[in-house]
């Protein structure tokens, strides 16, 4: 009898943990820092939050480069990665209201300008532009956000210069300026989202 309560408060608290769908596309630019972040956000909300992550093609490639497959297998209870753009059916499951919000982060040049263009191509694409579609908020943390030149790491711990192409600047800015989208400049901005939608009083 004691037990079947204690299964069902725990059933409970289960069914009350709102979702998050969290995107990683192949972008290596600041990806190992967004991974932390992740893990830091995961602790932190474990009893509100459900973080379910979902990677492109390419993010499933370009994680598996950086190392980290295993530390987001072991962190993060479902991890999911793309087999066309309706599956897993992501933009269904928000279009439903399945979730709070969509977050990409990192979110490479292409997936950036393909969302800001309205191109549903893939499974991420395709997820913001129909989450949009229904009202669901979408922030999203670009790699190329400012014009000049950045020094990024390389899966070997290198350090690499890249130009930021006024090219992609301009779909940041584009996307900037869509109804519900939020731009993040950088992965601590994150934690003031979860903040902002989890913890109102502490996020103003
Ligand atoms: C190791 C590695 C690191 C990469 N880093 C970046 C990056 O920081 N920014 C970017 O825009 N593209 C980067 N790319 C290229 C993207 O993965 C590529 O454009 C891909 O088509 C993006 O697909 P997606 O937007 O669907 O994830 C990287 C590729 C590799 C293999």
Redesign the pocket.
């Known amino acids: 009898m004691v037990m079947e309560v204690v299964i069902e408060k725990k059933e409970e608290k289960k069914e009350k943990k709102r979702k998050v769908a969290w995107g990683?596309?192949?972008?290596?630019?600041?990806?190992v820092e967004t991974v932390e972040i992740m893990k830091q956000i995961k602790k932190q909300y474990q009893n509100e939050v459900d973080i379910i992550v979902y990677l492109?093609?390419?993010?499933d490639?370009?994680v598996k480069?950086?190392r980290l497959a295993d530390d987001l297998k072991e962190n993060f209870d479902r991890v999911w990665v793309?087999i066309n753009p309706n599956s897993p059916f992501l933009a269904g499951q928000l279009q439903l209201g399945k979730f709070e919000f969509l977050l990409i982060a990192?979110?490479?040049?292409?997936?950036?300008a393909?969302i800001s263009m309205g191109i549903a191509d893939?499974?991420?694409?395709n997820a913001a532009i129909m989450g949009l579609k229904a009202f669901v908020p979408f922030y999203i943390m670009p790699?190329?956000y400012e014009e000049g030149m950045i020094v990024?790491k390389?899966?070997n711990g290198r350090d690499m210069k890249?130009r930021i192409r006024k090219e992609?600047v301009e779909h940041v800015k584009k996307l900037a300026g869509m109804e519900d989208v939020f731009i993040l400049e950088k992965p601590e901005e994150i934690h003031q989202v979860f903040k902002k939608r989890f913890n109102p009083e502490e996020g103003q």
């Open positions: 990683i596309t192949g972008s290596g630019d600041r990806l492109s093609k390419a993010g490639q370009v480069y950086y793309e990192p979110a490479t040049s292409n997936t950036v393909k893939s499974l991420l694409c790699s190329d990024t390389l899966p890249l992609d």
